[in-house]
């Protein structure tokens, strides 16, 4: 989710209702998570309804909303980066031509400041015109690269060949990702995890619209002065599989990040077809915010065990109790998955809690210095883990999936410390993993992005064929 604070925010805009005609272009200035930017809007609004559009990265998006009084809320769908989101907008509208408030980003519950005004205003020194940033696109053949294999478009690569490949730029959703007929499915639990019931993460926010600031004495730092104690609830959905028996003990995998549905109808298609064992599945919901000074990023960009202590402690025995089922005990049987941070923070589940997880499965893992508080002891957060972490150590008994975008996240905040491009992160952390002789499959996937949506959809069959080798089919 890194992608989504790097990219430049949104921009609504709306006339002002009381004094001026209901139609019109509007620019919006908007600030989510220390990134700036404007963008020019068409809205009508008739009968307290607001309609129109705004115009993202080239496309129309149809708005919708309502306006009660000087209070103004409007919504819409957009797809950033693959990726399916809503951007929702509350504020207040003034005497003097403007309107002013929140705007947050669903569901990942990431959120800012905007400001509108009347007609095309010029773009703040700050932001980007177009709006959503869009990264540049690296070679994988860039001297410094780990070497790999380029496989033909729309190919992946073999279930048990360790290594690196190239994706071509083509990705067409793996049949296992859709609902196949006659294949039995398993059923989700949901329930709801409060900060008030949490020993480990009370809650922190970040106040809406500011980020931090890089410290002149050291770049590699960031002060933020704007987070506190706040509460947040979270959801947590459990995938049971048909085949489950109660009372036998089962694998597992967990984490954030990773798209519920295809999850669930490949598990149900690779299980029946007896290409990975029958396990549960947890889908940890986000604690609110993003990077750093945010619930979110102190949980998964933290460079500690105290994650995967949270979930042994809090979220696995729920688990149990809400789902009915028993989990196993054996490392080896533990995957911990993610995407973006949640993507580095199963590699530190894995790697701080070696006897917990053994298997890891990462999507544009954000193995770069995101980390807040500041920790000595992991002075660069999770770029560490390419830089000293796993070059330094002894090889640990973690088998690894991972891939990286070609035009993955660069730069996506305001520090400028060199330690802020996942491509390199990841090209450099395959790079330690085939020096220590780690199991480890790495992906570069062409004409992609960061937590590339399609590329999931595509390599997830394959990614958990992979990830679970070794494991007995039907082991409990």
């Not at 001297?143 to 360790?162: H, M, Q, R, S, T």
């Not at 999770?382 to 996240?409: C, N, Q, T, Y």
Request: hydrophobic share 40%; net charge negative; aromatic share 8%.
């Amino acid at each position: 989710m890194k992608r989504l604070l790097a990219a430049s925010a949104l921009l609504l805009a709306l006339p002002a209702f009381a004094a001026q005609t209901p139609t019109g272009q509007w620019t919006v200035h908007s600030n989510i998570g220390g990134n700036q930017s404007d963008e020019v809007c068409n809205f009508v609004v008739a009968d307290n309804k607001i309609t129109g559009t705004c115009n993202v990265q080239g496309k129309d998006e149809q708005v919708t909303g309502t306006v009660d009084g000087n209070k103004a809320t409007w919504q819409h769908a957009m797809t950033y980066n693959n990726i399916q989101m809503t951007l929702v907008y509350t504020g207040t509208i003034a005497d003097s031509d403007k309107i002013a408030g929140n705007v947050l980003v669903q569901p990942f519950k990431v959120d800012g400041l905007f400001t509108a005004t009347p007609g095309i205003a010029p773009p703040s020194s700050q932001s980007a015109s177009s709006g959503w940033s869009q990264y540049p696109t690296r070679d994988p053949h860039t001297p410094g690269f780990v070497a790999a294999k380029e496989l033909p478009d729309g190919a992946i690569p073999p279930v048990n060949a360790d290594g690196n490949f190239i994706l071509g730029p083509t990705h067409r959703p793996a049949p296992e990702v859709a609902v196949q007929p006659g294949v039995p499915r398993g059923k989700v639990i949901e329930f709801v995890m409060n900060s008030t019931e949490s020993k480990i993460y009370p809650g922190v926010a970040r106040d809406p619209g500011t980020f931090g600031m890089p410290d002149p004495t050291d770049p590699a730092k960031l002060i933020v002065t704007t987070s506190h104690p706040a509460p947040y609830t979270r959801h947590v959905l459990v995938y049971v599989p048909s085949q489950y028996k109660p009372g036998t003990t089962m694998p597992f995998i967990a984490g954030e990040d990773v798209a519920d549905q295809p999850l669930y109808n490949a598990l149900d298609e690779l299980i029946a077809q007896h290409r990975i064992p029958a396990m549960v599945a947890i889908l940890i919901g986000p604690g609110g915010g993003d990077a750093q000074g945010s619930e979110r990023g102190l949980e998964l960009d933290t460079m500690s065990g105290l994650y995967a202590e949270w979930v042994e402690k809090e979220v696995l025995p729920r688990v149990e109790a809400e789902a009915h089922v028993k989990l196993t005990r054996d490392p080896n049987g533990r995957a911990a998955m993610g995407a973006s941070s949640s993507g580095a923070a199963a590699l530190a589940m894995a790697w701080y809690h070696p006897e917990l997880y053994h298997r890891v499965l990462s999507y544009s893992g954000t193995f770069l210095n995101q980390q807040w508080p500041y920790n000595p002891e992991a002075p660069h957060g999770a770029w560490e883990f390419p830089e000293h972490l796993v070059p330094d150590s002894p090889a640990k008994p973690i088998r690894i999936w991972m891939e990286v975008g070609d035009a993955d996240a660069l730069d996506p905040n305001v520090m400028r410390d060199h330690m802020h491009d996942s491509v390199v992160a990841n090209e450099r952390l395959a790079a330690a993993l085939a020096n220590k002789g780690y199991h480890y499959q790495f992906i570069f996937a062409r004409h992609a992005g960061h937590g590339d949506a399609d590329v999931r959809v595509q390599t997830l069959p394959e990614a958990l064929e992979f990830l679970w080798q070794g494991y007995p089919i039907g082991k409990k």
